[in-house]
């Protein structure tokens, strides 16, 4: 086994509590993904799971502020440059999926959707980067971007799939994407040791993606 295997390996046996607690935490992000656009009584198990999280995150943080749980405990001149180049790839990500969905690359109004949805996201960037990224920094920095994406992947897929009407998409565009995107995102979290420039990412990625839209698509609100 390389070194860097044998020394990974040796982290995550040193930090059990921390594979434990995000794998709890994950599976409850993961169960309310697969079961939100149910019919009653299956749409319980995502309420279900989304307070299974929430207190898996509050229990493994007791002693930590809540802004160090999530990640914005840190705000330095140097998290602020890194806004930069955080809202330049969102915007370059939601022109590339408007591209995909054969729709201008840039959306002509900004309606009342567009300016929702960043809120969506940017509560996806405190779990997923905030909680879990920061969460397992202790094992890995370049193990916990990588994870950090293959759970908020895994999330996306599983909500794509979890709709109870037909709809026709590109999952290998959705997976494919979606990951080697949150790698990004999860490295101008690692790099700027703050949430906030991941969250300004998504949000700008949103705005331009949904902008225009009259009403929420299926796979956000059905």
């Known amino acids: 086994m390389p070194l860097s295997e044998q020394n990974l390996a040796l982290r995550i046996r040193q930090h059990p509590a921390k594979i434990r607690d995000v794998s709890l935490a994950v599976i409850g992000i993961l169960l309310f993904a697969s079961s939100i656009h149910q019919g009653f009584p299956v749409k319980l198990l995502a309420l279900f799971g989304l307070t299974g999280t929430a207190f898996v995150i509050v229990y493994s943080t007791l002693k930590q502020r809540p802004l160090e749980t999530f990640g914005l405990d840190i705000i330095r001149k140097k998290t602020l440059l890194y806004c930069l180049p955080a809202a ?30 960043p809120l969506v996201g ?47 998409f590109d999952f290998f565009y959705l997976v494919l994407w979606t990951f080697l995107g949150g790698l990004l995102i999860g490295s101008l979290k690692e790099l700027s040791r703050s949430s906030l420039p991941p969250m300004l990412a998504h949000a700008v990625f949103d705005v331009v993606l949904y902008g225009g839209l009259a009403t929420f698509p299926a796979w956000v609100w059905a």
Not at 101 to 112: E, L, V
Not at 132 to 148: K, M, T
């Open 88 to 117: 330049g790839l969102g915007l370059l990500l939601g022109m590339l999926s408007r591209n995909s969905f054969d729709i201008s690359i840039f959306p002509s109004i900004i309606s009342g959707v567009a300016l929702v949805a």
């Open 122 to 168: 940017a509560m996806e960037e405190l779990i997923f980067r905030g909680y879990v990224q920061g969460h397992l920094r202790v094992i890995g920095r370049v193990f916990s971007v990588i994870y950090a994406s293959a759970v908020h992947t895994c999330y996306k897929l599983l909500v794509i799939l979890s709709l109870t009407i037909p709809l026709q």
